[in-house]
């Protein structure tokens, strides 16, 4: 049996079935388990555990360094410059955005991600 979003082969035991498709348990994680941006909870818990030791992960830390370097930028901006997906992008920033320390605004017509602390927008 394949998965039907990565093709890798799964033991008919050990599948999980979304929206019709049959998965393995890495596509279905990635699937229910998408972090929101808008999480007062996460916001909170981020807040409370910031002040002990921030530490972000190599590409939240990339994409909290481009921002800050040349924000604010659409998504597509900054996925291509990074040569990462949108869906990389989102997971990694909700945690910037728990952080307070990148957030999404609008300019114009467009979504543009800046530092959190940027007035401007």
Known sequence: MKCEKCGDGIDPDETYEHSGRTLCEDCYLDIV?????CDPWAV????????????????????????????????EQVCSQ????????RNNFATLRHMELAKGCKMGDR?????????SN
């Open 44 to 75: 909170y818990s981020a807040k409370n555990t910031v002040s002990q030791e921030m530490a972000l992960t190599e590409a939240q830390q990339k994409i909290f360094d481009l921002i800050k370097a040349k924000g604010p930028l659409t998504l």
């Open 82 to 89: 990074l040569g990462i997906s949108e869906e990389a992008f």
């Open 33 to 37: 388990a998408v972090p929101k941006t």
């Open 111 to 119: 979504v543009c991600f800046t530092l959190f602390d940027d007035q």
